[in-house]
């Protein structure tokens, strides 16, 4: 069991950078795939990021490529998402995730959700 909690999310102007966090607590946070997701109002939840639980092996989708940038730190049981570039159309609850059986696409198998951050990104 891995219980996951958000922090970081705000209000930053389009073109500005913010950084978001996920601390694990649990059974384990080693071994974990991690992911994050957001939802924008009237949207459904979209795949934003995910990293393996050694940290090499990570995947951004396309609207979040070059700009946003996942990692994580074992030692501290936490989890990162440093989003850079934001434009409005970023706005969204932003959701980490944790899953033991995620597969090669790291898009699908996440068991484990924290309740979300705010990100507001305004024009």
């Known amino acids: 069991q891995v219980q996951l909690v958000e922090s970081g999310g705000g209000l930053v102007q389009a073109g500005g950078s913010l950084r978001l966090s996920c601390a694990a607590s649990?059974?384990?946070?080693?071994?974990?795939?991690m992911g994050w997701f957001r939802q924008a109002p009237g949207k459904e939840r979209e795949f934003v990021a995910a990293?393996?639980?050694?940290?090499?092996?990570?995947y951004n989708a396309d609207p979040v490529k070059g700009r946003f940038t996942i990692s994580r730190d074992n030692a501290k049981n936490t989890l990162y998402l440093q989003m850079n570039s934001l434009k409005p159309e970023d706005t969204a609850v932003y959701y980490c995730?944790?899953?033991?059986?995620?597969?090669?696409?790291?898009?699908?198998?996440?068991?484990?959700w924290g309740q979300g951050t705010q990100v507001t990104v305004s024009s």
């Open positions: 990293v393996r639980w050694n940290g090499r092996s990570t």
């Open positions: 649990g059974r384990t946070f080693v071994g974990y795939t």
């Open positions: 995730a944790a899953g033991v059986e995620i597969g090669a696409g790291l898009l699908k198998g996440y068991d484990y």
